[in-house]
């Protein structure tokens, strides 16, 4: 199954931690609000298509698509836009994975220790998206 979500990626960040009132951990407000998001379209998607979350074992392909800055030159623009330059900036690629992994849990998959194998990329574009593509393994 692919999937294609017109979302800007978000990375992982460290948990927060309160004391007021009690002692507890919580994600950033922009982590939340993103994987709240993204589980959203990938629900709306799944119903649409009529499947429930995958259960056994999966191959996951992930392409994750940055924005490119504004404050670059036309040149260097389009030879980000070209795949000449890679974004080798972070956040890095692990932390985009992380929030991803947590945000499709138990929406496009049961849980994601049924994924077995993981393969992400992190490219530029004009405008921030991800790219979704599972298997089951047979």
Not at 22 to 45: C, G, I, Q, W
Not at 95 to 120: E, F, H, Q, R
Request: charged share 35%; proline share 5%.
């Amino acid at each position: 199954m692919k999937f294609e979500f017109d979302i800007e990626p978000v990375s992982q960040t460290r948990p927060r931690v309160s004391t007021k009132p009690y002692l507890h951990v919580y994600d950033p407000a922009n982590v939340k609000r993103y994987k709240s998001t993204l589980a959203r379209l990938a629900r709306l998607e799944m119903q649409k298509r009529g499947v429930k979350p995958l259960t056994g074992a999966l191959e996951v392909e992930v392409i994750f698509y940055r924005q490119v800055q504004k404050s670059v030159s036309k040149s260097e623009r389009c030879r980000r836009l070209s795949g000449a330059v890679r974004p080798i900036v972070k956040p890095d690629v692990d932390n985009y994975t992380k929030a991803l992994l947590d945000g499709l849990n138990g929406v496009i998959w049961a849980d994601d220790n049924s994924i077995t194998d993981l393969t992400v990329r992190k490219r530029y574009a004009e405008k921030g998206r991800i790219e979704i593509e599972v298997r089951e393994v047979t």
